[in-house]
């Protein structure tokens, strides 16, 4: 395993093993896991395991498992857009003549 | 008060012992013909103490004659008086106390000692009946809260009227009272744990600012309380001014709850404000990261119960060794364990633990590391673990970084997307969290939000990037904050789409 002064980073995991986030040794909390060093690029990119030899956690590796991109929403329609400034137009004018 | 240490003899000694409540301690080391203990607040300026340490470094006793009062000076060498001056901590020349050729007052060294205002500066209206420590309604009487006082031991009571000062004991039950202290010098009675003042209203306007209950037992002005205050929410930051250079860096030392510790070949289970720590093998430890300032004096303490009759608390792995350690053996019963000591330069491991040894499994409760320099100042930092205890008594100080805003976490990938999670820290001690955040994970402009602690709702790191207007919740829970998915409004009255690339925090800071 790793020495103390070696950890340099801790890790937020999810249930399933994906990496949420990353924070340094001191900001840690107890049941974070303690790594030497980072995956490249986008670390919510990866699943973290643990390398478990006769019960014991001897040592950790990285999965590259992206997220899959999740399609934006619909785009609005060139009507969407002409009501929605009718619709900012009226709020503001209402405004208005209430002063 | 300033104190002058002189030879006087004769008539000139009994004048002084008379002009000065204190004087016979201070010169001759006894009170009322007893010797003065080593718990009396003028043990360590009186002369016998410095007698003590002059002949203890030459045990020709040229110094202690001198400080005595007879000398010869005509057999006494430079040398001797250096030496003498060194060991007593004096850096000028002291021809008073060294040689008795004193001519005027400027032969004389001043000595202060630094003066702590025990009261905590917090009052409410009403009085308290001095018969029985009952509250009692009173729209012309303001009144302090419990503040803790060690018992038989003299301080100095400063105010523009007299105080009304009540005693109690470790219950909070009522022991006695004493009535009228204005500007005088009182000696607690035994068992005294906590004390509480009462005083007129119309008195004094602003009470923080006058009253001053002083240890050591001498006055020179008014002195703001250097003890820890409890946390106030929306106007906290005010009281945090007093809590400047206060610090106790051991966070959950009081084992309320096991967070914030680690353990190594251990397990830790709490109960009770008492930490069970059971060892695997022979040795075993629970630790914390903490990060010492380099020549900086420290105070180290636990209240430790090993189950074998070795225990060990040490702070800091330096190039040189261990900078603060203490060490227990040869029992097994409830011990208080403590060192003081300056952190060394090259640090390896930013670890301060409590480890037990030969299989020594320990029970451990109230831990504390204060910075002593910090608190004090370089050079006025108290010499031992008594002459601490004896302005600070309380066993455990909760956690105080002595800063009023603290980094409470990090973000060591801020160029990686975030997806909805809980960010452990612990808020608890503050009022405010501050969280900040980028507006991409990939670039975009740091920015800010601010929440109270208090109030059950939702933050909104939001901004607007690229035409879009994005942002994500934020809240505070019992494991730390809940930071959610990060959405993005591309226009008006249209749908949102999440975006995890959004709203990156980076810090999350706690402000007190």
Same mark, same amino acid.
């Given at each position: 395993?790793?020495?103390?002064?070696?950890?340099?980073?801790?890790?937020?995991?999810?249930? @399933?093993?994906?990496?949420?986030?990353?924070?340094?040794?001191?900001?840690?909390?107890?049941?974070?896991?303690?790594?030497?060093?980072?995956?490249?690029?986008?670390?919510?990119?990866?699943?973290?395991?643990?390398?478990?030899?006769?019960?014991?956690?001897?040592?950790?590796?990285?999965?590259?498992?992206?997220?899959?991109?999740?399609?934006?929403? @619909?785009?609005?329609?060139?009507?969407?857009?002409?009501?929605?400034?009718?619709?900012?137009?009226?709020?503001?004018? @209402?405004?208005?003549?209430?002063? | 008060?300033?104190?002058?240490?002189?030879?006087?003899?004769?008539?000139?000694?009994?004048?002084?012992?008379?002009?000065?409540?204190?004087?016979?301690?201070?010169?001759?080391?006894?009170?009322? !013909?007893?010797?003065?203990?080593?718990?009396?607040?003028?043990?360590?300026?009186?002369? *016998?103490?410095?007698?003590?340490?002059?002949?203890?470094?030459?045990?020709?006793?040229?110094?202690?004659?001198?400080?005595?009062? +007879?000398?010869?000076?005509?057999?006494?060498?430079?040398?001797?008086?250096?030496?003498?001056?060194?060991?007593?901590?004096?850096?000028?020349?002291?021809?008073?106390?060294?040689?008795?050729?004193?001519?005027?007052?400027?032969?004389?060294?001043?000595?202060?000692?630094?003066?702590?205002?025990?009261?905590?500066?917090?009052?409410?209206?009403?009085?308290?009946?001095?018969?029985?420590?009952?509250?009692?309604?009173?729209?012309?009487?303001?009144?302090?809260?419990?503040?803790?006082?060690?018992?038989?031991?003299?301080?100095?009571?400063?105010?523009?009227?007299?105080?009304?000062?009540?005693?109690?004991?470790?219950?909070?039950?009522?022991?006695?009272?004493?009535?009228?202290?204005?500007?005088? &010098?009182?000696?607690?009675?035994?068992?005294?744990?906590?004390?509480?003042?009462?005083?007129?209203?119309?008195?004094?306007?602003?009470?923080?600012? +006058?009253?001053?209950?002083?240890?050591?037992?001498? /006055?020179?002005? /008014?002195?703001?309380?250097?003890?820890? *205050?409890?946390?106030?929410?929306?106007?906290?930051?005010?009281?945090?001014? !007093?809590?400047?250079?206060?610090?106790?860096?051991?966070?959950?030392?009081?084992?309320? *709850?096991?967070?914030?510790?680690?353990?190594?070949?251990?397990?830790?289970?709490?109960?009770?404000?008492?930490?069970?720590?059971?060892?695997?093998?022979? +040795? !075993?430890? &629970?630790?914390?990261?903490?990060?010492?300032?380099?020549?900086?004096?420290?105070?180290?303490?636990?209240?430790? *119960?090993?189950?074998?009759?070795?225990?060990?608390?040490?702070?800091?792995?330096?190039?040189?060794?261990?900078?603060?350690?203490? /060490?227990?053996?040869?029992?097994?019963?409830?011990?208080?364990?403590?060192?003081?000591?300056?952190?060394?330069?090259? &640090?390896?491991?930013?670890?301060?633990?409590?480890?037990?040894?030969?299989?020594?499994?320990?029970?451990?409760?109230?831990?504390?590391?204060?910075?002593?320099?910090?608190?004090?100042?370089?050079?006025?930092?108290?010499?031992?673990?008594?002459?601490?205890?004896?302005?600070?008594?309380?066993?455990?100080?909760?956690?105080?970084?002595?800063?009023?805003?603290?980094?409470?976490?990090?973000?060591?990938?801020?160029?990686?997307?975030?997806?909805?999670?809980?960010?452990?820290?612990?808020?608890?001690?503050?009022?405010?969290?501050?969280?900040?955040?980028?507006?991409?994970?990939?670039?975009?402009?740091?920015?800010?939000?601010?929440?109270?602690?208090?109030?059950?709702?939702?933050?909104?790191?939001?901004?607007?990037?690229?035409?879009?207007?994005?942002?994500?919740?934020?809240?505070?829970?019992?494991?730390?904050?809940?930071?959610?998915?990060?959405?993005?409004?591309?226009?008006?009255?249209?749908?949102?789409?999440?975006?995890?690339?959004?709203?990156?925090?980076?810090?999350?800071?706690?402000?007190?």
């Amino acid at each position: 395993m790793y020495a103390e002064n070696e950890l340099k980073y801790a890790l937020n995991i999810a249930e @399933d093993g994906r990496i949420l986030s990353a924070t340094f040794p001191q900001y840690a909390s107890a049941d974070a896991k303690m790594v030497v060093g980072l995956p490249e690029g986008n670390i919510t990119d990866y699943l973290y395991h643990d390398v478990v030899e006769e019960g014991e956690v001897v040592g950790y590796y990285y999965d590259y498992v992206p997220l899959p991109v999740e399609e934006p929403a @619909d785009e609005p329609s060139q009507l969407d857009r002409i009501e929605a400034q009718a619709m900012f137009t009226a709020l503001m004018t @209402d405004t208005l003549l209430e002063v | 008060m300033a104190r002058y240490r002189t030879t006087l003899t004769g008539p000139q000694m009994d004048a002084a012992l008379a002009a000065m409540p204190d004087a016979e301690a201070y010169a001759r080391g006894t009170r009322n !013909g007893q010797e003065v203990p080593s718990t009396d607040p003028t043990y360590h300026n009186n002369a *016998k103490y410095f007698a003590e340490k002059a002949e203890s470094a030459f045990p020709e006793s040229y110094a202690t004659g001198a400080v005595r009062g +007879d000398i010869d000076q005509s057999t006494q060498t430079e040398e001797w008086r250096q030496q003498a001056r060194q060991n007593m901590g004096i850096t000028d020349p002291v021809w008073g106390s060294i040689t008795g050729n004193i001519s005027s007052q400027s032969d004389l060294t001043e000595v202060v000692s630094p003066l702590i205002n025990q009261w905590d500066e917090q009052w409410e209206q009403g009085r308290l009946n001095p018969e029985n420590g009952m509250e009692l309604a009173s729209t012309e009487r303001v009144r302090s809260r419990y503040f803790e006082l060690k018992p038989n031991t003299q301080y100095f009571a400063h105010s523009t009227v007299g105080l009304h000062i009540l005693f109690f004991n470790s219950n909070k039950e009522y022991i006695s009272a004493i009535q009228n202290v204005d500007n005088a &010098i009182f000696i607690t009675p035994a068992n005294t744990k906590y004390a509480r003042f009462c005083e007129s209203v119309n008195s004094t306007g602003t009470y923080n600012h +006058d009253i001053s209950i002083n240890y050591p037992s001498t /006055y020179t002005g /008014y002195y703001p309380s250097a003890l820890p *205050k409890e946390k106030s929410h929306i106007g906290g930051l005010g009281n945090a001014i !007093g809590m400047k250079g206060w610090n106790q860096l051991v966070k959950n030392g009081n084992f309320e *709850k096991a967070d914030s510790w680690f353990v190594n070949n251990a397990t830790l289970s709490v109960s009770g404000n008492v930490g069970s720590v059971a060892i695997s093998g022979t +040795d !075993g430890n &629970i630790a914390q990261r903490i990060t010492p300032i380099v020549g900086h004096k420290y105070l180290i303490s636990a209240d430790v *119960k090993p189950s074998d009759a070795s225990m060990q608390i040490r702070m800091i792995y330096d190039t040189s060794g261990w900078s603060v350690s203490a /060490y227990l053996t040869g029992t097994t019963e409830w011990s208080k364990m403590s060192a003081i000591g300056v952190m060394g330069s090259g &640090i390896n491991y930013n670890v301060f633990y409590i480890r037990g040894i030969n299989g020594s499994s320990f029970q451990v409760k109230n831990v504390n590391i204060i910075d002593l320099t910090s608190l004090f100042g370089a050079g006025n930092e108290p010499a031992s673990v008594e002459d601490f205890r004896a302005m600070f008594p309380a066993d455990y100080y909760p956690y105080c970084s002595g800063a009023w805003a603290d980094l409470l976490w990090e973000n060591a990938s801020p160029t990686s997307a975030f997806a909805a999670q809980t960010v452990s820290v612990d808020w608890t001690l503050y009022s405010f969290v501050l969280v900040i955040f980028k507006s991409t994970m990939t670039g975009g402009g740091e920015n800010s939000h601010i929440k109270p602690c208090e109030y059950d709702s939702y933050g909104k790191l939001q901004t607007i990037q690229a035409y879009k207007m994005v942002y994500r919740n934020y809240h505070i829970v019992s494991a730390g904050i809940h930071i959610e998915d990060a959405y993005a409004v591309t226009a008006y009255n249209s749908g949102e789409s999440k975006d995890n690339s959004f709203c990156v925090p980076i810090k999350i800071y706690g402000i007190r």
